[in-house]
């Protein structure tokens, strides 16, 4: 949803990231082995997302609000959804526009602008980073995530390959008689998936047209 405002995501170029290897700058070891490029890598990600607006799709899913109960919850790393007005937003993989003590991922902090200096420690005394899930790292809102689905009276997932675990697994929680409405351009073959609507347009396109049936919907009723 994030790629229409600009911001890219590794998968966009067959596994490399802003032309880096997901191994340099993604990954605990890469912080061990190069934690200068690591940090660099980030503050300049997050300096791409303070640049970026909310496109379409975030200000259609936050206008949503005023008609539905809703929850976002998505893998992108930017805070998007908060600046388009989404009030209930679950970062599965983190918001790169905080930081958190390289020794306890619960300790996490506002960064003032886009930088994150070497030498900038929290109270343990331990290096800041980037608030983000790396590969091989836990992902701790995915029990939350997995708690919401199960209780979700209308499903939309919107921009992913579900190709990406453990987020990917989030559809097999929601019950089998919800609604789910599936956006994106290219779509994989999910035949199980019971109750679907496909609706393969970009995102800034295809949420529109799910926001447009679901008060239809509401109307009728």
């Known amino acids: 949803i994030s790629a229409e405002s600009g911001l890219r995501t590794f998968r966009d170029s067959d ?38 607006q ?12 005023k008609d539905f109960d809703v929850t976002i919850i998505t893998q ?5 959804h908060e600046r388009a ?26 960064i003032k602008g886009w930088e994150i ?21 836990d992902v701790p ?19 992913t390959s ?4 453990p987020a990917a697994g989030l559809l097999d929680f929601v019950p089998d008689e919800v609604m789910k409405y599936l956006v994106d351009p290219k779509i994989p073959a999910i035949s199980s998936v019971k109750n679907s609507i496909k609706v393969e347009e970009k995102a800034t396109i295809g949420v529109a047209k799910v926001v447009k049936m679901l008060k239809g919907n509401a109307d009728q009723k």
Request: aromatic share 8%.
């Open 15 to 52: 596994g490399l990231w802003e032309g880096y290897n997901i191994e340099d700058v993604a990954t605990p070891q890469a912080w061990r082995k190069n934690p200068d490029l690591v940090q660099q890598f980030y503050n300049e990600r997050r300096r791409d997302v303070l640049k970026a």
């Open 54 to 65: 909310p496109n379409a799709a975030h200000l259609a899913l936050a206008a949503l609000e």
């Open 76 to 80: 992108n790393i930017d805070d998007l």
């Open 85 to 110: 007005g989404s009030t209930n937003v679950v970062h599965l993989h983190g918001v790169i526009t905080r930081s958190q003590s390289s020794k306890n991922p619960n300790l996490t902090y506002p």
């Open 117 to 137: 200096k070497m030498g900038e420690v929290c109270e343990l005394g331990s290096q800041l980073r980037a608030h983000v899930v790396w590969f091989g790292e």
């Open 141 to 159: 809102m995915i029990e939350k995530a997995a708690a919401i689905c199960a209780e979700a009276a209308i499903f939309m997932l919107v921009g």
């Open 162 to 165: 579900l190709v990406v675990y």
